[in-house]
């Protein structure tokens, strides 16, 4: 069975700039979330979406934003890019959502974003 | 406010046991999660604690207290590739997955 896959793995853009990342999950799982990760803060939750509703919204600025389609394909918009939106962004998948049972789930080699 | 400790770095040796400690405080509390994660690798899940007790998946074991907001993940027979960062994680009831900042463990030879 496929894994997690998760596009482009390397990206660079420049400051004010927006990026689109974009999630496939492992067939059958429906439930999609994004996480940041930093050397500083570690990984932190940015949101889950589950049959292409947002379940779940972690402490991040509106400039985040997130989409989840009808093959439950993800994507995460940042919009208007600073420098410490520098980071590794995973996304993981799971069978269930968060308030579905016992929640495994499976993260993709994530995406390096680097913004100068 | 919300808050989860955990030791930054940890040694051992092949064929030791290793326990890395877990505490939280959180406004809310469904579960709690352990991960390893390799350098330049993603995260894979290892155990997901809802109830207290001990819960043992071969080599590693999880343990969750809730009334003292604590957990250990104990790793027995260790493993030149059980080198790798360990995180946990609390599952706030309705609302985000909250990380504690990871724990390195090494394990020499």
């Known amino acids: 069975k496929a894994g997690v896959t998760q596009t482009p793995r390397y990206l660079i853009k420049t400051r004010g700039q927006q990026v689109t990342l974009s999630c496939s999950p492992i067939s059958g799982h429906r439930s999609v979330s994004w996480y940041q990760q930093t050397p500083g803060q570690g990984l932190q939750f940015l949101f889950e979406?589950?049959?292409?509703?947002?379940?779940n919204k972690g402490n991040f600025p509106g400039r985040f934003s997130g989409r989840q389609f009808s093959n439950s394909r993800s994507e995460m918009n940042v919009s208007t890019l600073e420098l410490g939106d520098s980071a590794l962004y995973l996304c993981?998948?799971?069978?269930?959502?968060?308030?579905?049972?016992?929640?495994?789930?499976?993260f993709g080699p994530g995406t390096r974003l680097t913004v100068t | 406010g919300q808050n989860i400790d955990q030791p930054t770095e940890m040694t051992a040796t092949e064929g030791a046991i290793v326990q890395i400690n877990c505490t939280y405080q959180?406004?809310?509390?469904?579960?709690l999660f352990w991960y390893q994660q390799h350098a330049g690798e993603a995260p894979t899940f290892l155990s997901y604690?809802?109830?207290?007790g001990l819960e043992e998946k071969g080599r590693f074991s999880s343990f969750l207290s809730r009334s003292k907001g604590y957990s250990y993940l104990l790793l027995k027979e260790l493993q030149m590739k059980d080198s790798a960062s360990y995180l946990c994680?609390?599952?706030?009831?309705?609302?985000?997955?909250?990380f504690g900042k990871g724990t390195t463990l090494s394990v020499s030879s």
């Open positions: 959180t406004s809310g509390f469904n579960g």
């Open positions: 994680a609390v599952d706030q009831a309705g609302t985000a997955l909250i």
């Open positions: 979406y589950f049959s292409e509703t947002q379940r």
């Open positions: 993981a998948s799971s069978l269930v959502s968060r308030q579905g049972g016992v929640y495994e789930q499976y």
């Open positions: 604690n809802v109830l207290d």
